[in-house]
């Protein structure tokens, strides 16, 4: 696990426990953004298995510390998926099979600059995912 990580824990006032290291983990190893149940689930089946309410207060503080990041899609529960040593960028998500593919791209430097023109807001975040059909079930 990065330096970087515990750094961020350390400034946060917080430390690296047993269930954060596995939950961490957990969300290391997927690819793609997954749901707090499904850390759950996952952690269940491994040697130290970590409740739920655990789970979910975890991920809320490590969300806070910028470790994680949420995902919105349609399913109307968050998933989520490490922000460090990953790229930024957003997500397209298929209304049939619930499908998720990573999309390597970001549009919104204009936007953001004219939002925090317009707002006087100074913007360090901003969420955007796509739905639709994938091929096979279109
Ligand atoms: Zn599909
Ligand atoms: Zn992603
Ligand atoms: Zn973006």
Redesign the pocket.
């Known amino acids: 696990m990065a330096d970087s990580i515990l750094d961020s824990l350390k400034a946060g006032g917080k430390k690296l426990t047993k269930p954060r290291r596995a939950i961490l983990d957990v969300l290391e190893r997927s690819p ?2 997954i749901t707090a149940s499904a850390v759950h689930g996952r952690l269940r089946k491994s040697k130290s298995p970590v409740d739920l309410v655990t789970v979910y207060r975890n991920i809320a503080m490590l969300q806070e510390l910028g470790l994680v990041t949420p ?1 919105g899609l349609f399913e109307g529960q968050m998933r989520y ?1 490490v922000r460090y040593g ?1 790229e930024h ?1 957003h ?1 397209i998500q298929c209304r049939g099979c619930g499908r ?1 593919v ?1 999309l390597m791209l970001c549009p919104l430097k204009k936007l953001t600059a004219l939002v925090e023109q317009r707002t006087r807001f100074s913007v360090d975040d901003h969420a955007l995912e796509f739905f639709g059909w994938c091929p096979q079930c279109q």
């Open positions: 793609l953004p995902v998926e990953r960028h997500h998720i990573d």
